[in-house]
């Protein structure tokens, strides 16, 4: 079972559709997106057509919240729902906060922050104090059923295994990144059975290149 990755998307219209004609080409089983539809120098009407076209399974980010509620629409390049399409309005009404889906082994969290807190970031140099006070993370700890997490959130790609103990499968969470043009845009490809996760990378002319690798 392999996964094609997309993060924050930021209306990146052009690298979405490179990203998913990546992901076709490598014969994914499916596609999921950590959502952050709107608010950048694309057009959201686009993502939304693309995503929808592409049956990719997307969830709702903190602007694609915002934005429903006309809240923080001061942000640079953010958008309003006015300017949409009704696909699109309808598209971000009903993004679901999460998405669980059944694996080998046990369920993937599709979610934007950690579970259903869309503002919580969860990073790759996170010790201690940062990670027992994260209280979103330890629920989604304490449902030993959830055994990968892929979020977004952050724009950073990143892997990490979390220990559970007692004999209980450990948690791995994966990150793709985001696709906005600031972050260095990319995606990932989850392969469920080998235990690895490939980062690729696209470049200012729309070439896509493997850039890293990681097995968990």
Same mark, same amino acid.
């Given at each position: 079972? +392999?996964?094609?990755?997309?993060?924050?998307? =930021? @209306?990146?219209?052009? +690298?979405?559709?490179?990203?998913?004609?990546?992901? !076709? %080409?490598?014969?994914?089983?499916?596609?999921?997106?950590?959502?952050?539809?709107?608010?950048?120098?694309?057009?959201?009407?686009?993502?939304?057509? *693309?995503?929808?076209? =592409?049956?990719?399974?997307?969830?709702?980010?903190?602007?694609?919240?915002?934005?429903? %509620?006309?809240?923080?629409?001061?942000?640079?390049?953010? =958008?309003?729902?006015?300017?949409?399409?009704?696909?699109?309005?309808?598209?971000?009404?009903?993004?679901?906060?999460?998405?669980?889906?059944?694996?080998?082994?046990?369920?993937?969290?599709?979610?934007?922050?950690?579970?259903?807190?869309?503002?919580?970031?969860?990073?790759?140099?996170?010790?201690?104090?940062?990670?027992?006070?994260?209280?979103?993370?330890?629920?989604?700890?304490?449902? @030993? !059923?959830?055994?990968?997490?892929?979020?977004?959130?952050?724009?950073?790609?990143?892997?990490? +295994?979390?220990?559970?103990?007692?004999?209980?499968?450990?948690?791995?969470?994966?990150?793709?990144? !985001?696709?906005?043009?600031?972050?260095?845009?990319?995606?990932?490809?989850?392969?469920?059975? @080998?235990?690895?996760?490939?980062?690729?990378?696209? %470049?200012?002319?729309?070439? *896509?290149?493997?850039?890293?690798?990681?097995?968990?």
């Amino acid at each position: 079972m +392999r996964f094609g990755l997309i993060g924050d998307v =930021h @209306a990146e219209d052009e +690298r979405l559709s490179v990203a998913i004609a990546a992901l !076709t %080409a490598a014969k994914v089983n499916g596609i999921l997106c950590c959502g952050d539809l709107v608010d950048g120098h694309g057009d959201v009407d686009r993502v939304c057509s *693309t995503l929808a076209l =592409h049956s990719v399974t997307t969830v709702r980010g903190n602007h694609d919240r915002w934005i429903r %509620a006309d809240d923080m629409r001061t942000l640079p390049h953010a =958008h309003r729902m006015t300017s949409l399409t009704p696909l699109s309005i309808e598209m971000l009404k009903t993004l679901p906060k999460t998405v669980t889906l059944d694996i080998p082994g046990g369920k993937l969290l599709l979610c934007h922050g950690v579970g259903d807190n869309d503002m919580v970031r969860l990073n790759a140099e996170d010790s201690g104090y940062a990670i027992s006070s994260n209280e979103d993370l330890l629920k989604v700890l304490f449902d @030993a !059923t959830i055994s990968l997490m892929v979020c977004g959130h952050t724009h950073r790609p990143m892997v990490r +295994r979390f220990e559970r103990g007692a004999g209980k499968a450990a948690l791995v969470v994966v990150n793709a990144g !985001t696709l906005a043009r600031e972050d260095e845009p990319g995606f990932a490809i989850l392969d469920v059975g @080998a235990r690895r996760v490939e980062f690729h990378g696209i %470049a200012e002319d729309m070439t *896509t290149a493997t850039k890293s690798h990681a097995v968990f």
